[in-house]
T-cell receptor, first 112, second 114 residues
């Protein structure tokens, strides 16, 4: 099955700086890569996703890049704010599969 | 609000007992997924149903079972509970059954086994 590795496990940034989280996946058939944000006591919230026919996608301060050849994808958060503090999960689904395989998560702390 | 509703939000029960967690998917979604989140295991896929039928099985214990009803709500039954079953259980839903469908999560049911 699909195996997703996520780095770093924790990330502390100064407010206003950028944060980057990187994930690698093992199954070259994976074609859908969502990112979820989980705040304390809440469920994972989809914040952005990218499909394998696209190399980059941006939504305001959040962007995701995908390198199919290297089998890795990254989340970029610019101009970080205190409300960006949360656990972020990357995930992947191989074509024809039904379940998300999650990375282990990155705890992001934005220092005021 | 993702539109996925889970009840109860919190549940405390004793070892050996049985509990049922309930999930209502987003309006129009036919697929329901169950995930378990514990501190040391991350988000683990348990099982998926599509329009009432089981579609995929993950790391679900034999003591656990699930079903999806004609109105598309789903229940996860956990029996002979052990201390290690304490975790957050998430339900998620998506419109279809194939890969590439956006999957939305509920707020979770926090189960504590004492």
């Amino acid at each position: 099955g699909e195996n997703v590795e996520q780095h770093p496990s924790t990330l502390s940034v100064q407010e206003g700086d950028s944060a980057v989280i990187k994930c690698t996946y093992s199954d070259s058939a994976s074609n859908y890569f969502p990112w979820y944000k989980q705040e304390l006591g809440k469920g994972p919230q989809l914040i952005i996703d990218i499909r394998s026919n696209v190399g980059e996608k941006k939504d305001q301060r959040i962007a995701v890049t995908l390198n199919k050849t290297a089998k890795h994808f990254s989340l970029h958060i610019t101009e970080t704010q205190p409300e960006d503090s949360a656990v972020y999960f990357c995930a992947a689904i191989p074509w024809g599969d039904y379940k998300l395989s999650f990375g282990a998560g990155t705890t992001v702390t934005v220092r005021a | 609000d993702s539109g996925v509703t889970q009840t109860p939000k919190h549940l405390i029960t004793a070892t050996g007992q049985r509990v049922t967690l309930r999930c209502s998917p987003r309006s129009g979604d036919l697929s329901v997924y169950w995930y378990q989140q514990s501190l040391d295991q991350g988000l683990q896929f348990l099982i998926q149903y599509y329009n009432g039928e089981e579609r995929a099985k993950g790391n679900i214990l034999e003591r656990f079972s699930a079903q999806q009803f004609p109105d598309l709500h789903s229940e996860l039954n956990l029996s002979s509970l052990e201390l290690g079953d304490s975790a957050l259980y998430f339900c998620a839903s998506s419109p279809g059954r194939s890969s590439g469908n956006t999957i939305y999560f509920g707020e979770g049911s926090w189960l504590t086994v004492v």
